[in-house]
Protein backbone atom coordinates (compact mmCIF):
# COMPACT_ATOMS: atom_id res chain seq x y z
CA UNK A 1 0.00 0.00 0.00
CA UNK A 2 1.53 3.33 -0.91
CA UNK A 3 -0.03 6.12 0.80
CA UNK A 4 -0.17 9.34 -0.89
CA UNK A 5 -1.00 13.18 0.17
CA UNK A 6 -1.75 15.73 -2.57
CA UNK A 7 -1.49 19.57 -2.48
CA UNK A 8 -4.00 21.02 -5.08
CA UNK A 9 -6.22 17.82 -4.94
CA UNK A 10 -8.95 20.07 -6.67
CA UNK A 11 -6.78 20.72 -10.00
CA UNK A 12 -6.25 19.32 -13.54
CA UNK A 13 -3.18 17.37 -12.12
CA UNK A 14 -4.85 16.67 -8.76
CA UNK A 15 -8.29 15.62 -9.95
CA UNK A 16 -6.01 13.41 -12.39
CA UNK A 17 -3.78 12.10 -9.25
CA UNK A 18 -7.17 10.90 -7.74
CA UNK A 19 -8.68 9.62 -10.63
CA UNK A 20 -5.96 6.71 -10.84
CA UNK A 21 -5.96 6.25 -6.98
CA UNK A 22 -9.90 4.99 -7.90
CA UNK A 23 -8.40 2.72 -10.25
CA UNK A 24 -5.64 1.28 -8.30
CA UNK A 25 -6.48 -0.56 -4.94
CA UNK A 26 -3.03 0.01 -3.22
CA UNK A 27 -2.70 3.64 -3.51
CA UNK A 28 -4.59 5.00 0.17
CA UNK A 29 -5.19 9.14 0.04
CA UNK A 30 -3.88 10.17 3.40
CA UNK A 31 -4.15 13.92 2.85
CA UNK A 32 -5.49 16.66 0.44
CA UNK A 33 -4.94 20.54 0.53
CA UNK A 34 -6.31 22.90 -1.95
CA UNK A 35 -7.50 26.63 -2.23
CA UNK A 36 -10.92 27.43 -2.16
CA UNK A 37 -13.31 24.89 -3.35
CA UNK A 38 -15.23 24.04 -0.58
CA UNK A 39 -17.76 21.61 -1.90
CA UNK A 40 -14.86 19.64 -4.47
CA UNK A 41 -12.78 19.22 -1.80
CA UNK A 42 -15.96 17.70 0.74
CA UNK A 43 -16.47 15.29 -2.39
CA UNK A 44 -13.52 13.89 -2.14
CA UNK A 45 -13.09 14.10 1.56
CA UNK A 46 -16.13 11.81 1.36
CA UNK A 47 -15.39 9.43 -1.25
CA UNK A 48 -11.08 8.96 -0.28
CA UNK A 49 -11.43 9.12 3.65
CA UNK A 50 -8.34 11.67 4.07
CA UNK A 51 -6.72 12.17 8.07
CA UNK A 52 -6.22 15.75 7.45
CA UNK A 53 -7.25 18.73 4.52
CA UNK A 54 -6.56 21.82 4.12
CA UNK A 55 -7.93 25.32 2.25
CA UNK A 56 -5.59 28.46 1.83
CA UNK A 57 -8.78 30.41 2.21
CA UNK A 58 -9.59 30.79 5.90
CA UNK A 59 -13.34 31.71 5.32
CA UNK A 60 -13.08 28.54 2.68
CA UNK A 61 -11.67 26.37 5.49
CA UNK A 62 -13.97 27.33 8.10
CA UNK A 63 -16.71 26.29 5.88
CA UNK A 64 -15.70 23.26 5.22
CA UNK A 65 -14.85 22.46 8.84
CA UNK A 66 -18.72 22.75 9.39
CA UNK A 67 -19.62 21.02 6.47
CA UNK A 68 -17.51 17.35 7.56
CA UNK A 69 -18.08 17.79 10.86
CA UNK A 70 -19.60 14.11 11.05
CA UNK A 71 -15.95 12.95 9.59
CA UNK A 72 -12.87 12.35 11.44
CA UNK A 73 -10.52 14.34 9.42
CA UNK A 74 -9.10 17.48 10.60
CA UNK A 75 -9.47 20.64 8.22
CA UNK A 76 -6.70 23.35 8.27
CA UNK A 77 -6.10 26.55 6.66
CA UNK A 78 -3.55 28.91 5.28
CA UNK A 79 0.66 27.77 5.29
CA UNK A 80 -0.22 26.23 8.21
CA UNK A 81 -2.40 23.57 6.36
CA UNK A 82 0.17 23.15 3.50
CA UNK A 83 2.41 22.15 5.94
CA UNK A 84 0.15 20.04 7.92
CA UNK A 85 -0.53 18.11 4.61
CA UNK A 86 3.17 18.32 2.94
CA UNK A 87 4.66 16.16 6.46
CA UNK A 88 2.26 14.03 7.54
CA UNK A 89 3.22 11.02 9.46
CA UNK A 90 1.53 8.78 7.21
CA UNK A 91 2.19 9.57 3.92
CA UNK A 92 4.65 8.16 1.93
CA UNK A 93 4.92 10.62 -1.13
CA UNK A 94 3.48 14.31 -2.10
CA UNK A 95 2.35 14.90 -4.86
CA UNK A 96 2.58 18.71 -5.69
CA UNK A 97 -0.05 19.65 -8.02
CA UNK A 98 -0.24 23.30 -6.84
CA UNK A 99 0.32 26.48 -8.93
CA UNK A 100 2.88 28.42 -8.39
CA UNK A 101 6.02 29.42 -5.69
CA UNK A 102 3.79 29.22 -2.84
CA UNK A 103 4.63 25.27 -3.19
CA UNK A 104 7.83 26.17 -2.09
CA UNK A 105 7.85 25.94 1.88
CA UNK A 106 5.76 22.32 1.52
CA UNK A 107 7.70 20.70 -0.65
CA UNK A 108 10.84 21.33 1.43
CA UNK A 109 9.18 20.03 4.54
CA UNK A 110 7.92 17.44 3.22
CA UNK A 111 11.43 16.66 2.10
CA UNK A 112 13.29 17.35 5.11
CA UNK A 113 10.34 15.10 6.45
CA UNK A 114 11.76 12.15 4.41
CA UNK A 115 8.62 12.37 1.83
CA UNK A 116 9.55 11.20 -1.86
CA UNK A 117 8.05 13.89 -4.13
CA UNK A 118 6.08 13.38 -7.05
CA UNK A 119 6.51 17.09 -8.97
CA UNK A 120 4.33 18.69 -11.00
CA UNK A 121 4.85 22.18 -9.46
CA UNK A 122 7.51 23.32 -11.90
CA UNK A 123 7.84 26.84 -10.23
CA UNK A 124 8.87 25.61 -7.40
CA UNK A 125 12.07 23.91 -8.58
CA UNK A 126 12.50 27.12 -11.12
CA UNK A 127 12.91 29.38 -8.34
CA UNK A 128 14.27 27.09 -5.67
CA UNK A 129 15.93 24.24 -7.32
CA UNK A 130 19.53 24.88 -5.80
CA UNK A 131 17.77 24.82 -2.30
CA UNK A 132 15.84 20.90 -3.33
CA UNK A 133 17.90 19.17 -5.27
CA UNK A 134 20.78 18.98 -2.83
CA UNK A 135 18.06 18.68 -0.07
CA UNK A 136 16.58 15.60 -1.18
CA UNK A 137 20.24 14.23 -1.63
CA UNK A 138 20.76 14.57 2.04
CA UNK A 139 17.44 12.99 3.01
CA UNK A 140 17.46 10.36 0.11
CA UNK A 141 14.46 11.14 -1.00
CA UNK A 142 12.74 10.75 -4.89
CA UNK A 143 11.84 13.54 -7.07
CA UNK A 144 9.47 12.43 -9.33
CA UNK A 145 8.77 14.17 -12.38
CA UNK A 146 5.35 14.40 -13.32
CA UNK A 147 5.55 16.81 -15.78
CA UNK A 148 5.14 15.10 -19.21
CA UNK A 149 8.47 16.16 -20.70
CA UNK A 150 10.24 15.42 -17.47
CA UNK A 151 8.90 11.82 -17.36
CA UNK A 152 9.68 11.12 -20.87
CA UNK A 153 13.28 12.27 -20.24
CA UNK A 154 13.45 10.65 -17.08
CA UNK A 155 11.44 7.30 -18.60
CA UNK A 156 14.36 7.98 -21.80
CA UNK A 157 17.40 8.11 -19.05
CA UNK A 158 16.09 4.69 -17.08
CA UNK A 159 18.31 2.11 -17.30
CA UNK A 160 21.57 4.01 -18.78
CA UNK A 161 24.29 6.12 -17.87
CA UNK A 162 23.59 9.54 -17.31
CA UNK A 163 27.02 10.41 -17.54
CA UNK A 164 26.71 9.07 -21.25
CA UNK A 165 23.74 11.84 -22.28
CA UNK A 166 24.48 14.69 -24.77
CA UNK A 167 21.40 16.57 -24.52
CA UNK A 168 17.91 16.57 -23.99
CA UNK A 169 15.43 17.34 -26.73
CA UNK A 170 12.42 18.75 -24.61
CA UNK A 171 9.60 18.57 -27.20
CA UNK A 172 7.02 21.61 -27.30
CA UNK A 173 3.56 21.98 -29.11
CA UNK A 174 3.93 25.71 -29.66
CA UNK A 175 0.54 26.12 -28.08
CA UNK A 176 -2.45 27.50 -29.66
CA UNK A 177 -0.70 30.57 -31.19
CA UNK A 178 2.21 28.58 -33.27
CA UNK A 179 3.13 30.04 -36.40
CA UNK A 180 1.64 33.90 -35.45
CA UNK A 181 3.38 36.93 -36.04
CA UNK A 182 4.44 39.87 -33.36
CA UNK A 183 1.48 42.09 -34.74
CA UNK A 184 -0.87 39.04 -34.73
CA UNK A 185 0.22 38.48 -30.90
CA UNK A 186 -1.02 41.99 -30.05
CA UNK A 187 -5.16 41.49 -30.37
CA UNK A 188 -5.07 37.67 -28.76
CA UNK A 189 -7.57 37.62 -26.01
CA UNK A 190 -8.00 35.41 -22.76
CA UNK A 191 -10.22 32.96 -25.18
CA UNK A 192 -7.62 32.39 -27.78
CA UNK A 193 -5.27 31.68 -25.12
CA UNK A 194 -7.11 29.32 -23.24
CA UNK A 195 -7.50 27.01 -26.68
CA UNK A 196 -5.00 24.68 -26.12
CA UNK A 197 -4.85 22.31 -29.47
CA UNK A 198 -3.81 18.91 -27.47
CA UNK A 199 -3.95 19.36 -23.55
CA UNK A 200 -6.70 20.07 -21.30
CA UNK A 201 -4.81 22.12 -18.31
CA UNK A 202 -5.55 24.34 -15.64
CA UNK A 203 -5.57 27.92 -16.77
CA UNK A 204 -2.42 29.56 -16.07
CA UNK A 205 -0.28 26.62 -17.43
CA UNK A 206 -2.77 26.77 -20.27
CA UNK A 207 -1.71 30.86 -20.64
CA UNK A 208 2.45 29.72 -20.22
CA UNK A 209 2.06 27.71 -22.90
CA UNK A 210 0.71 30.75 -25.42
CA UNK A 211 3.53 32.75 -24.48
CA UNK A 212 5.98 29.68 -24.55
CA UNK A 213 6.92 30.75 -20.89
CA UNK A 214 5.73 27.25 -19.69
CA UNK A 215 8.58 25.99 -22.09
CA UNK A 216 11.27 28.53 -20.41
CA UNK A 217 10.09 27.17 -17.30
CA UNK A 218 10.73 23.78 -18.44
CA UNK A 219 13.67 24.41 -19.82
CA UNK A 220 15.19 25.27 -16.19
CA UNK A 221 13.38 22.33 -14.73
CA UNK A 222 15.11 20.15 -16.62
CA UNK A 223 18.39 21.74 -15.44
CA UNK A 224 17.71 21.23 -12.41
CA UNK A 225 16.24 17.58 -12.71
CA UNK A 226 18.51 15.93 -14.96
CA UNK A 227 21.94 17.74 -13.65
CA UNK A 228 21.82 19.15 -17.21
CA UNK A 229 24.15 22.63 -18.64
CA UNK A 230 22.17 25.21 -20.29
CA UNK A 231 23.62 24.35 -23.82
CA UNK A 232 22.50 20.40 -23.09
CA UNK A 233 19.00 21.90 -23.43
CA UNK A 234 17.01 21.85 -26.89
CA UNK A 235 14.01 22.78 -27.71
CA UNK A 236 12.57 21.16 -30.39
CA UNK A 237 8.76 21.88 -31.79
CA UNK A 238 6.60 19.57 -32.14
CA UNK A 239 3.00 20.19 -32.82
CA UNK A 240 1.21 16.85 -32.28
CA UNK A 241 2.46 15.71 -28.97
CA UNK A 242 3.33 12.03 -29.37
CA UNK A 243 6.53 12.77 -28.41
CA UNK A 244 7.32 13.83 -25.19
CA UNK A 245 10.88 14.42 -25.63
CA UNK A 246 14.01 12.59 -25.62
CA UNK A 247 17.32 11.91 -24.71
CA UNK A 248 20.58 12.03 -27.57
CA UNK A 249 23.36 10.22 -25.78
CA UNK A 250 27.13 10.46 -26.65
CA UNK A 251 27.18 8.15 -29.87
CA UNK A 252 24.49 9.92 -31.31
CA UNK A 253 21.11 7.30 -30.24
CA UNK A 254 18.08 8.94 -29.17
CA UNK A 255 16.18 7.79 -26.68
CA UNK A 256 12.59 8.98 -26.74
CA UNK A 257 8.82 8.16 -25.12
CA UNK A 258 6.34 8.37 -27.01
CA UNK A 259 2.36 7.90 -26.18
CA UNK A 260 -0.88 9.86 -26.48
CA UNK A 261 -0.93 13.23 -24.59
CA UNK A 262 -2.72 12.24 -21.51
CA UNK A 263 -1.18 13.44 -17.94
CA UNK A 264 -2.70 9.79 -16.34
CA UNK A 265 0.70 8.15 -17.48
CA UNK A 266 3.26 10.24 -16.57
CA UNK A 267 1.29 10.53 -13.27
CA UNK A 268 1.00 6.68 -12.64
CA UNK A 269 4.44 6.16 -13.76
CA UNK A 270 5.65 8.81 -10.86
CA UNK A 271 3.56 6.72 -8.67
CA UNK A 272 4.65 3.57 -9.03
CA UNK A 273 8.37 3.79 -10.19
CA UNK A 274 9.92 1.96 -11.59
CA UNK A 275 6.98 -0.03 -12.51
CA UNK A 276 4.63 -0.14 -15.28
CA UNK A 277 0.80 -0.16 -14.86
CA UNK A 278 -2.08 -1.17 -16.76
CA UNK A 279 -3.65 2.15 -17.69
CA UNK A 280 -6.79 1.76 -19.83
CA UNK A 281 -6.71 4.98 -22.27
CA UNK A 282 -6.47 5.59 -25.88
CA UNK A 283 -3.00 4.04 -27.56
CA UNK A 284 -1.21 6.25 -30.43
CA UNK A 285 -2.12 4.87 -33.86
CA UNK A 286 0.57 5.15 -36.34
CA UNK A 287 -1.16 4.97 -39.30
CA UNK A 288 -4.08 7.48 -38.42
CA UNK A 289 -1.49 9.73 -36.79
CA UNK A 290 0.47 9.45 -40.46
CA UNK A 291 2.94 11.99 -39.42
CA UNK A 292 5.22 13.85 -36.84
CA UNK A 293 6.62 17.20 -37.32
CA UNK A 294 9.14 19.37 -36.00
CA UNK A 295 10.14 22.88 -36.45
CA UNK A 296 12.70 25.24 -35.05
CA UNK A 297 11.02 27.58 -31.83
CA UNK A 298 10.18 31.25 -33.01
CA UNK A 299 12.27 33.12 -29.77
CA UNK A 300 11.71 36.29 -31.65
CA UNK A 301 8.32 36.64 -31.78
CA UNK A 302 7.76 34.22 -28.43
CA UNK A 303 10.50 36.09 -26.28
CA UNK A 304 8.85 34.33 -23.15
CA UNK A 305 11.30 30.58 -24.09
CA UNK A 306 14.17 33.63 -24.74
CA UNK A 307 13.88 35.53 -21.64
CA UNK A 308 14.16 31.74 -19.53
CA UNK A 309 17.41 31.18 -21.56
CA UNK A 310 18.76 34.64 -20.04
CA UNK A 311 17.33 34.30 -16.46
CA UNK A 312 18.87 30.84 -16.39
CA UNK A 313 22.17 32.19 -17.39
CA UNK A 314 21.86 34.78 -14.85
CA UNK A 315 21.12 32.15 -12.20
CA UNK A 316 21.04 32.33 -8.66
CA UNK A 317 17.49 34.52 -7.85
CA UNK A 318 16.40 35.99 -11.63
CA UNK A 319 14.73 32.66 -12.24
CA UNK A 320 12.68 33.44 -9.27
CA UNK A 321 12.46 36.79 -10.82
CA UNK A 322 10.69 35.43 -14.56
CA UNK A 323 8.57 33.09 -12.57
CA UNK A 324 6.87 36.01 -10.42
CA UNK A 325 6.62 38.47 -13.00
CA UNK A 326 4.79 36.12 -15.06
CA UNK A 327 2.96 34.77 -12.22
CA UNK A 328 1.70 38.36 -12.04
CA UNK A 329 1.39 39.27 -15.32
CA UNK A 330 -0.69 36.06 -16.19
CA UNK A 331 -3.05 37.22 -13.50
CA UNK A 332 -3.93 40.32 -14.84
CA UNK A 333 -4.10 38.90 -18.20
CA UNK A 334 -6.56 36.46 -17.04
CA UNK A 335 -8.11 39.50 -14.84
CA UNK A 336 -8.17 41.26 -18.78
CA UNK A 337 -6.21 44.09 -17.22
CA UNK A 338 -3.70 43.59 -19.58
CA UNK A 339 -2.74 42.61 -23.35
CA UNK A 340 -0.82 39.57 -24.00
CA UNK A 341 1.96 40.99 -24.87
CA UNK A 342 2.33 42.65 -22.07
CA UNK A 343 3.62 39.42 -20.47
CA UNK A 344 6.72 38.87 -22.00
CA UNK A 345 7.09 43.20 -21.55
CA UNK A 346 6.89 42.72 -17.63
CA UNK A 347 9.01 39.76 -17.49
CA UNK A 348 11.78 41.33 -18.95
CA UNK A 349 11.25 44.99 -17.27
CA UNK A 350 11.06 43.22 -13.98
CA UNK A 351 14.88 41.17 -15.20
CA UNK A 352 15.82 44.30 -15.96
CA UNK A 353 15.72 46.14 -12.92
CA UNK A 354 17.01 42.94 -10.45
CA UNK A 355 20.57 42.66 -8.97
CA UNK A 356 20.98 39.06 -8.77
CA UNK A 357 21.81 37.48 -5.54
CA UNK A 358 23.88 34.20 -5.95
CA UNK A 359 23.05 31.65 -3.80
CA UNK A 360 18.80 32.91 -2.29
CA UNK A 361 17.56 31.04 0.68
CA UNK A 362 14.03 30.32 0.83
CA UNK A 363 13.67 33.71 2.62
CA UNK A 364 15.40 35.75 -0.13
CA UNK A 365 13.26 33.46 -2.40
CA UNK A 366 10.02 34.78 -1.34
CA UNK A 367 11.53 38.44 -1.05
CA UNK A 368 12.53 39.01 -4.58
CA UNK A 369 9.16 37.11 -5.17
CA UNK A 370 6.97 40.63 -3.36
CA UNK A 371 10.18 42.62 -4.96
CA UNK A 372 9.01 41.93 -8.14
CA UNK A 373 5.33 42.19 -7.37
CA UNK A 374 5.81 45.42 -5.90
CA UNK A 375 8.21 46.91 -8.84
CA UNK A 376 5.16 45.36 -11.32
CA UNK A 377 2.43 47.43 -9.40
CA UNK A 378 4.72 50.54 -9.21
CA UNK A 379 5.48 50.80 -12.58
CA UNK A 380 2.11 49.70 -14.67
CA UNK A 381 -1.26 51.34 -14.30
CA UNK A 382 -3.94 49.04 -14.88
P1 LIG B 1 -4.97 23.97 -11.55
O1 LIG B 1 -5.16 25.42 -11.56
O2 LIG B 1 -5.88 23.12 -12.36
O3 LIG B 1 -5.01 23.42 -10.04
C1 LIG B 1 -4.30 24.02 -9.01
C2 LIG B 1 -4.64 23.39 -7.68
O4 LIG B 1 -3.89 24.08 -6.65
C3 LIG B 1 -6.11 23.49 -7.29
O5 LIG B 1 -6.46 22.37 -6.53
C4 LIG B 1 -6.12 24.74 -6.40
O6 LIG B 1 -7.19 24.73 -5.48
C5 LIG B 1 -4.80 24.58 -5.68
N1 LIG B 1 -4.26 25.82 -5.15
C6 LIG B 1 -4.04 26.99 -5.82
N2 LIG B 1 -3.55 27.92 -4.97
C7 LIG B 1 -3.43 27.31 -3.76
C8 LIG B 1 -3.00 27.72 -2.46
N3 LIG B 1 -2.54 28.96 -2.24
N4 LIG B 1 -3.04 26.83 -1.46
C9 LIG B 1 -3.49 25.57 -1.66
N5 LIG B 1 -3.91 25.11 -2.86
C10 LIG B 1 -3.89 25.98 -3.88
O7 LIG B 1 -3.44 23.70 -11.97
P2 LIG B 1 -2.81 22.47 -12.74
O8 LIG B 1 -2.95 22.68 -14.20
O9 LIG B 1 -3.26 21.20 -12.14
O10 LIG B 1 -1.25 22.70 -12.43
C11 LIG B 1 -0.66 22.39 -11.18
C12 LIG B 1 0.85 22.40 -11.33
O11 LIG B 1 1.21 21.35 -12.20
C13 LIG B 1 1.43 23.67 -11.95
O12 LIG B 1 2.67 23.95 -11.41
C14 LIG B 1 1.59 23.30 -13.42
O13 LIG B 1 2.61 24.04 -14.05
C15 LIG B 1 1.95 21.84 -13.30
N6 LIG B 1 1.63 21.03 -14.49
C16 LIG B 1 0.35 20.88 -14.89
C17 LIG B 1 0.04 20.11 -16.01
C18 LIG B 1 -1.39 19.89 -16.44
O14 LIG B 1 -1.62 19.11 -17.37
N7 LIG B 1 -2.38 20.52 -15.84
C19 LIG B 1 1.07 19.51 -16.72
C20 LIG B 1 2.37 19.68 -16.29
C21 LIG B 1 2.65 20.44 -15.16
MG1 LIG C 1 4.95 19.96 -19.63
Not at 12 to 36: K, Y
Not at 49 to 64: I, N, R, T, Y
Not at 222 to 244: E, N, R, T
Request: glycine share 6%; net charge negative.
Amino acid sequence: MKRIAILGSTGSIGTQTLEIVRENRDLEVVALAAGRSVELLEQQIREFSPKVVALWDEKAAEALRIKVADLPVKVYAGMEGLLAVAVLEEADVLVTAIVGMIGIRPTIAAIEAGKDIALANKETLVTAGHIIMPLAKKHGVSILPVDSEHSAIFQSLHGENRAQMEKILLTASGGPFRGKTYEELKSMKVEDALKHPNWSMGQKITIDSATLVNKGLEVMEAKWLFGADLDQIQVVVHPQSIIHSMVQYVDGAIIAQLGMPDMKLPILYALYYPDRMPLGEKRVDFFKLHSMTFEEPDTKTFRGLKLAYDAATAGGSMPTVYNAANEKAVGLFLQRRIDFLTIPEMIEAAMTEHRVIAAPDVDEILATEAATYEMIESRWHF
